[in-house]
Nanobody
Framework: QLPLVESGGGLVQPGESLRLSCALF????????IGWFRQAPGKEREGVSC????????NYADAVKGRFIVSRDNAKNTVYLQMNSLTPEDTAVYYC????????????????WGRGTQVTVSS
C-alpha cells in the first residue's frame, strides 16, 4: 500500500467541478503538511495548493486562487482538493505529497508521493 493514494480524477467539461481526495495510510495529518501538485504533458510539475499539518495554513497557486479549495478530514485522514470552474489549462495529472509540518512550493521538499490521478477538462 502506498502511503498516499489519490482519487477523484476524470473527464469534465469546462466550467464543471471535481473533488480530488488524498488518503493517507502511514501518516497522520497532525504531523504532515499535504501538498497538491500537477503535471501537464511536456511541462514541469507545479504546486497547486497545500495545507499545513495543523490545518491553519492553506496556500494556493495564483492560477487556481478563487477556484480551488483545499480541506481535510482528520477522522478519515484524508485531504481534499475541490476544483471549481475548471478550464482546459487545468488538465494534468494531479499528485498529493507529504512533508513534515510546513508547506513548501517546491516538489523537491516533499518526501512521499502518491501515483497521481488524471484530470482532463475538455469540451
Amino acid at each position: 500500500q502506498l502511503p498516499l493514494v489519490e482519487s477523484g480524477g476524470g473527464l469534465v467539461q469546462p466550467g464543471e467541478s471535481l473533488r480530488l481526495s488524498c488518503a493517507l495510510f502511514e501518516f497522520t495529518l497532525d504531523f504532515y503538511a499535504i501538498g497538491w501538485f500537477r503535471q501537464a504533458p511536456g511541462k514541469e510539475r507545479e504546486g497547486v495548493s497545500c495545507i499545513s499539518s495543523g490545518g491553519s495554513s492553506m496556500n494556493y497557486a495564483d492560477a487556481v486562487k478563487g477556484r480551488f479549495i483545499v480541506s481535510r478530514d482528520n477522522a478519515k485522514n484524508t485531504v481534499y482538493l475541490q476544483m471549481n470552474s475548471l478550464t482546459p489549462e487545468d488538465t494534468a495529472v494531479y499528485y498529493c505529497a507529504a512533508r513534515r509540518y510546513h508547506c513548501s512550493a517546491s516538489p523537491r521538499d516533499y518526501e512521499y508521493w502518491g501515483r497521481g490521478t488524471q484530470v482532463t477538462v475538455s469540451s
